[in-house]
């Protein structure tokens, strides 16, 4: 068995024609009959979903790495897309920090007046979306299925918390970081791992740009180069960069990311456009 990575979102909070935003799909199998977990929803998941032949009804779950706006835009879309478009009931897990439910709970509110219109105008919806939401610290994360998944807190303040999560399958494992800097829960889900997604930004570009707002985000991101440190500290197999700040040009083949991050890791590095997909196999 493998695990298979499809970067759903390589984008970041600016909107871009080519880049949609944050957002990771682990895989075991493939098809409508696969496990599949989506990490992050950001603006345009379900489009990007709907290229690779799968939609909101076949999400195993939902999970979620922090609640920063880019990271859960079109949660709302996957919570109502999934309903209207399954035939019985069928309950979305979502998984995230403390704060999730609270965060579902206000878009549940949000869609009131859309739910009530659909239960008023078809007679086979009954009741409104059933959304269950599990809150993490860090540990096991208990989901059925085949794949063992588990959490860690990582370092994203003034977010927090936030959390990363490892994915287990018969020896094939990947670990989706989200936004943080390199940390001790971090390497904890890193440590022998087939592959990390580890969001990065370029901070010696951004470092030169007079704004103070983008000057903020220097200090809880991590740099291709940080995130190959963190994955070579942890003895992972491949590096898979996304959320690229500032984006790399479409079909660009990143060589200067890619360069940054070889210094540190000697390993596959993997970057790429919407919908880059990656095969991790059971390490021998």
């Not at 990771?24 to 929803?41: K, N, R």
């Not at 959490?151 to 303040?157: F, L």
Request: glycine share 10%.
């Amino acid at each position: 068995m493998s695990l298979t990575i499809t970067l759903l979102g390589t984008g970041s909070p600016m909107p871009s024609p080519d880049r949609a935003g944050p957002a990771t799909l682990i895989s075991a199998g493939d098809g409508p009959e696969g496990e599949h977990y989506l990490v992050d929803a950001g603006r345009g998941v379900l489009m990007r979903l709907a290229a690779i032949g799968l939609g909101a009804p076949n999400l195993s779950a939902v999970l979620l790495t922090h609640l920063h706006s880019d990271h859960i835009t079109d949660l709302n879309d996957v919570i109502t897309t999934r309903w209207v478009m399954t035939f019985e009931p069928t309950p979305l897990t979502i998984v995230g920090p403390v704060g999730t439910k609270a965060v579902v709970d206000h878009i549940m509110a949000s869609l009131a007046p859309d739910i009530s219109y659909r239960i008023a105008h078809h007679q086979d919806l009954e009741q409104g979306p059933q959304v269950e939401v599990i809150e993490v610290v860090e540990g096991p994360v208990d989901l059925p299925g085949n794949v063992r998944v588990h959490c860690a807190q990582t370092d994203h303040k003034p977010v927090e918390p936030s959390i990363g999560f490892r994915f287990d399958l018969e020896g094939a494992s990947v670990v989706t970081a989200g936004d943080t800097v390199p940390c001790a829960g971090l390497d904890s889900l890193c440590d022998g791992a087939g592959a990390l997604v580890h969001t990065v930004i370029r901070k010696d570009i951004i470092a030169n740009i007079p704004l103070q707002r983008m000057q903020d985000t220097l200090d809880y991101h991590s740099s291709p180069e940080e995130a190959a440190q963190t994955a070579t500290r942890c003895n992972v197999g491949t590096l898979v960069l996304t959320h690229y700040v500032p984006p790399i040009p479409t079909g660009g083949d990143g060589a200067d990311w890619r360069a940054l991050a070889t210094v540190h890791f000697d390993g596959p590095i993997e970057l790429g456009d919407d919908l880059h997909r990656i095969e991790i196999t059971p390490i021998q």
